[in-house]
C-alpha cells in the first residue's frame, strides 16, 4: 500500500480535529497533533514521490485554515496559531521532498 493510497485513518484524525473543530467550535489540541504526527510519518516515505495524494493537500490546508479562521470566535486559538504554522511547514516539507526531522531549531542546514 502506497502512502498515497487512501487513508482511512487520516480521514478519521481529520473528523476527530478539523471537523470537530469546525462543527461544535471544540478545539482539541491533542487531536490536531495526533493529526500532525501521523502526517509526519507519512511525509517520510512520501520523500521520493513526486505526486502526492490530494488528500494529503487538503488535509493539510483545512488544519492550517480552520485553526486561523476559527482564532476569532474561539480564545484559547488565539494562543495556539503557532499548530497552524506546524501544518503549513509540513506542506512546505512535503513539497520539498523532507520529513519531519530534517529541520532542527537551532541547527544550519547543509545543502
Request: hydrophobic letters at 35%.
Amino acid at each position: 500500500m502506497s502512502e498515497n493510497d487512501y487513508d482511512l485513518e487520516l480521514e478519521e484524525l481529520q473528523r476527530r480535529s478539523v471537523g470537530r473543530l469546525l462543527s461544535s467550535e471544540s478545539f482539541d489540541a491533542a487531536a490536531f497533533e495526533e493529526l500532525r504526527m501521523h502526517i509526519c510519518r507519512k511525509a517520510e516515505s512520501l520523500r521520493t514521490e513526486h505526486v502526492i495524494s490530494k488528500q494529503i493537500l487538503k488535509c493539510l490546508r483545512e488544519a492550517s485554515s480552520s485553526i486561523r479562521n476559527q482564532a476569532e470566535h474561539i480564545p484559547v486559538l488565539r494562543e495556539g496559531l503557532s499548530m497552524a504554522s506546524n501544518f503549513e511547514l509540513l506542506l512546505d516539507l512535503i513539497i520539498a521532498g523532507e520529513g519531519c526531522g530534517d529541520r532542527q531549531p537551532g541547527v544550519p542546514r547543509t545543502l
